[in-house]
T-cell receptor
Framework: DVKVTQSSRYLVKRTGEKVFLECVQD?????MFWYRQDPGLGLRLIYF???????EKGDIPEGYSVSREKKERFSLILESASTNQTSMYLC?????????????FGSGTQLSVL | QKEVEQDPGPLSVPEGAIVSLNCTYS??????FMWYRQYSRKGPELLMY????GNKEDGRFTAQVDKSSKYISLFIRDSQPSDSATYLC?????????????FGRGTSLIVHP
């Protein structure tokens, strides 16, 4: 079974803190994604990566950065957390070699910034 | 106007009902259409995947695409309480376009016994 593992289920941070969200996949997928999910707004793409050390901005990259030093790991960084970054964060991976290129999602990290 | 529109619900139905979930879209370049199911406190998982227009059936689930109307549907027959979840439609362009899907906001479905 494909597994996408997010390091934390729940996180509580203070405004201004630097926050790291970690994601690891075990299927040797080339593509990895970070989304945030908010009530009424659905899934919004923050950043994605199609290869090691490669990254592309999604729809809402402001206030975030990412790191992909190894194929299986994709990190989302909040340089200085703000209350409007309180959200559910979902990591996903996919392979362009798959017939349907479906996204495999982790269980999410619920981040609260106080 | 968002590229993909989906009524967030909630949609509440009795067990055994036929459920119809729908999305409309504005970009005629979309060729691949997907439905993801998301249980509470879990990530979404792919439920159905279709290419272009037509129907696809998998057990109690049928996905329907009408490209002329830019309208897609997911039907659930004999709905069960275990079908209670949020259903997200997603779609992407064909070859030469981005492989990244565009998601609807999701429809919350509640099937009560």
């Amino acid at each position: 079974d494909v597994k996408v593992t997010q390091s934390s289920r729940y996180l509580v941070k203070r405004t201004g803190e630097k926050v790291f969200l970690e994601c690891v996949q075990d299927m040797d997928h080339e593509n990895m994604f970070w989304y945030r999910q908010d009530p009424g707004l659905g899934l919004r793409l923050i950043y994605f990566s199609y290869d090691v050390k490669m990254k592309e901005k999604g729809d809402i990259p402001e206030g975030y950065s990412v790191s992909r030093e190894k194929k299986e790991r994709f990190s989302l960084i909040l340089e200085s957390a703000s209350t409007n970054q309180t959200s559910m964060y979902l990591c996903a991976s996919s392979s362009p070699r798959g017939s349907d290129e479906k996204l495999f999602f982790g269980s999410g990290t619920q981040l609260s910034v106080l | 106007q968002k590229e993909v529109e989906q009524d967030p619900g909630p949609l509440s139905v009795p067990e055994g009902a036929i459920v119809s979930l729908n999305c409309t879209y504005s970009n005629s370049a979309f060729q691949y259409f997907m439905w993801y199911r998301q249980y509470s406190r879990k990530g979404p998982e792919l439920l159905m995947y279709t290419y272009s227009s037509g129907n696809k059936e998998d057990g109690r689930f049928t996905a329907q695409v009408d490209k002329s109307s830019k309208y897609i549907s997911l039907f659930i027959r004999d709905s069960q309480p275990s079908d209670s979840a949020t259903y997200l439609c997603a779609m992407r362009k064909g070859s030469g376009g981005s492989y990244i899907p565009t998601f609807g906001r999701g429809t919350s479905l509640i099937v009560h016994p």
